[in-house]
């Protein structure tokens, strides 16, 4: 009895720890940031992550860099650990870093590519307000 009573203490744990609110942070400093780019993205498909490497996208001018880091960090942001990750879907941020790493953010779910493997963060941003983050840099 004990034991089952630990072992559901420990998923509800978890389940609340998936539940917090965090901050966005880029996996690389914005010094490495080569480009950043936005498209829209509705063919998704959790096995073609190579497709989104090689999407034509609007370069976002550096002059909205700046500006683009701290309101990402601002948005609402949720990190589901229980989940399985969405992948990215609708408008998508493309961040390509100076080694040619690659990092994907959008509502749904971010990636990161380096070095031919692609790793799952299980970030969600309200949608309504990454959209009207989108449509700011645009």
Same mark, same amino acid.
Not at 36 to 50: D, G, L, T
Not at 81 to 91: A, E, L, N, T
């Given at each position: 009895?004990?034991?089952?009573?630990?072992?559901?203490?420990?998923?509800?744990? *978890?389940?609340?720890?998936? /539940?917090? &609110? +965090?901050?966005?942070? $880029?996996? #690389?400093? !914005?010094?490495?940031?080569?480009?950043?780019?936005?498209?829209?993205?509705?063919?998704?498909?959790?096995?073609?992550?190579?497709?989104?490497?090689?999407?034509?996208?609007?370069?976002?001018?550096?002059?909205?860099?700046?500006?683009?880091?701290?309101? *990402?960090?601002?948005?609402? /942001?949720? &990190? +589901?650990?229980?989940? $399985?990750? #969405?992948? !990215?879907?609708?408008?998508?941020?493309?961040?390509?870093?100076?080694?040619?790493?690659?990092?994907?953010?959008?509502?749904?779910?971010?990636?990161?590519?380096?070095?031919?493997?692609?790793?799952?963060?299980?970030?969600?941003?309200?949608?309504?307000?990454?959209?009207?983050?989108?449509?700011?840099?645009?």
């Amino acid at each position: 009895m004990k034991r089952k009573l630990s072992l559901a203490l420990l998923i509800v744990l *978890l389940c609340l720890n998936g /539940c917090g &609110k +965090y901050s966005y942070s $880029p996996v #690389q400093p !914005v010094e490495n940031v080569e480009k950043i780019e936005a498209f829209y993205w509705s063919n998704y498909s959790p096995y073609k992550y190579n497709d989104l490497l090689y999407v034509d996208a609007d370069p976002i001018s550096v002059t909205h860099w700046d500006g683009f880091f701290p309101a *990402l960090e601002q948005l609402p /942001c949720h &990190k +589901y650990f229980h989940d $399985p990750p #969405q992948g !990215v879907s609708d408008w998508v941020i493309r961040i390509t870093y100076e080694d040619e790493s690659v990092e994907l953010i959008s509502a749904s779910g971010c990636l990161y590519y380096n070095q031919d493997k692609w790793t799952e963060r299980y970030y969600y941003f309200d949608k309504d307000a990454f959209d009207t983050l989108i449509q700011s840099i645009l």
